[in-house]
């Protein structure tokens, strides 16, 4: 089973500033990666997929990349809706077909 | 307007089960492939299971193999979660999730509630 590894559990930045936010695989997943964001009391919102490529609607300020085992998010720019929880995401296209989150990291205000 | 709304959740005993709809509006449903996330209170996400546009394949994270059963009526736009030898464990939100060629979740539902509990 592949196990994806975020960090930091949270980051604290200001608004205005960038965010980092990494995952890790336990094994090499290809581009087969996604990024969801999270507010309390709501469902996830897709992100990124393919490791890179914005979904349908969601601002320039997020991208993504990597490949293989190490991936990252990047907030260019933090506005205030931008404070939650991100989760990356990781798709087996080989037996055990699985898809795998990481734990999660929580992007507050400081 | 694309939707998903789940239905079905409540309290259950222990042992007990249950069964979530999810039902589709807005895209053709028989297009695609869809699956269930749970997120257990306070917690993150989990993935529970896949099934493919026709209905076959069919996957199961290991927490829930012989246990839930995932199926889809593509008539009726709907999909299901049948949850039998529930455990406490098994408590969380439920999410059904529109999958995309990318293998990315690009539409989930509001969620239903699971509590198992005696």
């Known amino acids: 089973e592949i196990v994806m590894t975020q960090s930091p559990a949270t980051l604290s930045v200001s608004p205005g500033e960038r965010a980092t936010l990494s995952c890790r695989a336990s094994q090499s997943v290809s581009s087969n990666l996604a990024w969801y964001q999270q507010k309390p009391g709501q469902a996830p919102r897709l992100l990124i997929y393919g490791a890179s490529t914005r979904a349908t609607g969601i601002p320039a300020r997020f991208s993504g990349s990597g490949s293989g085992t190490e991936f990252t998010l990047t907030i260019s720019s933090l506005q205030s809706e931008d404070f939650a929880v991100y989760y990356c995401?990781?798709?087996?296209?080989?037996?055990?077909?699985?898809?795998?989150f990481g734990q999660g990291t929580k992007l507050e205000i400081k | 307007e694309v939707q998903l709304v789940e239905s079905g959740g409540g309290l259950v005993q222990p042992g007990g089960s249950l069964r979530l709809s999810c039902a589709a509006s807005g895209f053709t449903f028989s297009s695609y492939e869809m699956n269930w996330v749970r997120q257990a209170p306070g917690k993150g996400l989990e993935w529970v299971s896949y099934?493919?546009?026709?209905?076959?394949?069919?996957y199961y994270a290991d927490s829930v193999k012989g246990r839930f059963t995932i199926s889809r009526d593509n008539a009726k736009n709907s999909l299901y979660l049948q949850m039998n030898s529930l455990r406490a464990e098994d408590t969380a939100v439920y999410y059904c999730?529109?999958?995309?060629?990318?293998?990315?979740?690009?539409?989930w539902g509001q969620g239903t509630m699971v509590t198992v509990s005696s």
């Open positions: 995401q990781q798709y087996n296209n080989w037996p055990p077909y699985m898809y795998t």
């Open positions: 999730a529109r999958d995309t060629v990318t293998s990315a979740f690009d539409i």
């Open positions: 099934i493919s546009s026709s209905g076959s394949p069919i």
